[in-house]
């Protein structure tokens, strides 16, 4: 008796890859990120956390 094949998944549902914001942000404070034509800022804070801003 065979184990039933899954469906094959689409993109959409795969997990996204985790990144770790140490190699995103490459020893910078803040990056840039451009998504549908806008930019927007990914910066970090002195406590460590993040912030986007358009």
Do not use: C
Request: proline share 9%; aromatic share 4%.
């Amino acid at each position: 008796m065979q184990t039933p094949t899954p469906p094959p998944t689409s993109e959409a549902q795969k997990t996204p890859a985790a990144m770790k914001s140490v190699d995103l942000f490459q020893g910078q404070k803040s990056i840039d990120i451009e998504h549908k034509g806008n930019i927007y800022r990914l910066q970090t804070t002195k406590q460590g956390k993040l912030i986007l801003t358009k």
